[in-house]
């Protein structure tokens, strides 16, 4: 492409000719972007491949046969539509944290034993930023990105703290979250849409929340900026 607008350019003035050089080098720029971006959003799906994805369908397939169950016994046990299973092991369905949750209990399985299951050390007291358990950012979505990062071993102390950044457009899922637990948390930056039971409220940074676990829940960023929130969930759930 950038031949070709030189031999464009050859027909004006200097000046003009350096800048459709200019406009052609930033038009390339951005259909590369486009392809790296779209490549990215594709990967793990439809025959696209990338090194170190995460295959969410493999280990639950792998999780539910070591478990010595079929996907009707894991759907019975985890009270969702047959289908669901098979559709997510075959990579034809994303789960929302809620839906991968709700399976991973009909096997009596937690979000981190899922995702990372050796990635917490006994006895561990201080944690760096790379110490974090990642619980959700393998899973592919069509909506904004929900990344959970958990502190430590939550069972071991029966406390989960989570540290929550929500893209624009990020949901817990249509499926609300529901289970024996009390929860709370505060919002660092951005805002963040909570529903509790009936009631609905858009918290920004600095306003906080703590409810009954019970009560069906759901968390969803609708706006244009990223925001981030910490939680605690007793005992923990994810």
Excluded at 94 to 111: D, T, Y
Excluded at 187 to 214: C, K, M, N, P
Aim: aromatic fraction near 6%; glycine fraction near 8%; proline fraction near 5%.
């Amino acid at each position: 492409m950038r031949s070709k607008s030189r031999n464009v350019a050859k027909r004006f003035s200097p000046s003009i000719a350096q800048n459709i050089e200019h406009c052609y080098e930033k038009m390339t720029s951005v259909a590369r972007r486009h392809e790296e971006q779209e490549y990215h959003s594709l990967a793990g799906r439809d025959g696209y491949a990338m090194e170190n994805v995460f295959d969410v369908g493999d280990r639950l397939k792998k999780l539910r046969i070591s478990a010595g169950l079929s996907q009707r016994q894991l759907a019975v046990s985890a009270d969702v539509p047959h289908g669901q299973i098979s559709m997510i092991e075959t990579n034809r369905s994303s789960p929302s944290v809620a839906s991968l949750r709700k399976i991973l209990g009909g096997m009596n399985m937690s979000m981190a034993e899922f995702f990372e299951p050796e990635a917490v050390l006994p006895g561990q007291v201080f944690f760096g930023p790379d110490d974090l358990t990642d619980l959700s950012s393998a899973l592919p979505t069509d909506a904004g990105q929900l990344t959970l990062k958990q502190i430590g071993d939550a069972r071991a102390h029966g406390l989960q703290i989570l540290k929550e950044r929500y893209e624009p457009g990020a949901d817990t899922g249509e499926t609300m979250l529901s289970h024996p637990a009390h929860e709370g948390g505060i919002v660092i930056s951005g805002e963040v849409e909570v529903t509790v039971g009936t009631q609905s409220r858009i918290l920004r940074a600095g306003d906080s929340y703590l409810f009954d676990s019970q009560h069906p829940h759901r968390f969803r960023n609708l706006s244009e900026k990223p925001a981030e929130v910490i939680s605690a969930c007793t005992p923990p759930y994810l």
